[in-house]
């Protein structure tokens, strides 16, 4: 698929089935997670897989949160049967390593851009995939699953697999009222 063609086209589908990417296409879509742009080296990415039994410990994480939370039974039920919306789930974290000339915020933003990278490599690809998140991600209970220390985050949880449909067409936008010049 040509770049540009998917830059201005990419859509989401929330929607996805089996099969998932493996092999040299999940390598693909990692690889290219990993160029995400990346100030001094840091390589300031974790990129924790879940699919298979690794969705239904996704989902006890999620549970176990917002059982702490108190939450009602409906959002139990919600968050009990997120990660099954696909068949792979990717939880995107920012490793933040402490660095006099690269903030923080500069290491959360380098996490994200590798989720945009590894969403469009799946798109490349013939797979299909979409970004959530939610306030779960930022929950102790959440981060401690996971391992998260100091300033680490959870960007995002990037759901994996098969489009079961086309994309929907994407909006039309006026640049005048997103572009200025100085
Ligand atoms: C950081 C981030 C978090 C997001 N979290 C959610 C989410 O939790 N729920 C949701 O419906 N969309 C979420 N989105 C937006 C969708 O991934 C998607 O971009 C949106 O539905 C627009 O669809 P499109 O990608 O086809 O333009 C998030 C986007 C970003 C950048």
């Not at 994480?61 to 409906?74: F, M, N, Q, R, Y």
Request: glycine share 8%; hydrophobic share 45%.
């Amino acid at each position: 698929m040509d770049a540009l063609e998917l830059l201005l086209n990419r859509r989401s589908i929330a929607k996805l089935s089996a099969p998932a990417p493996e092999g040299k296409a999940l390598e693909n879509i990692i690889r290219a997670g990993l160029r995400a742009p990346d100030h001094a080296g840091l390589t300031p990415w974790r990129f924790v897989i879940s699919q298979g039994s690794g969705l239904n410990k996704l989902s006890d994480i999620l549970v176990k949160a917002a059982v702490e939370d108190k939450s009602d039974d409906t959002v139990i039920e919600k968050v009990k049967n997120a990660p099954f919306r696909a068949p792979m789930v990717i939880t995107v974290i920012a490793k933040v390593t402490e660095h006099e000339k690269v903030p923080a915020f500069e290491q959360h933003l380098s996490a994200g851009c590798a989720v945009q990278a590894m969403q469009m490599a799946a798109v490349a690809q013939g797979f299909q995939a979409f970004w959530r998140s939610g306030k779960w991600m930022f929950h102790p209970t959440v981060h401690k699953a996971f391992g998260l220390e100091g300033e680490d985050e959870i960007v995002g949880f990037l759901y994996l697999g098969t489009p079961g449909c086309t994309p929907m067409k994407v909006p039309e936008r006026d640049l005048s009222k997103f572009v200025e010049y100085l």
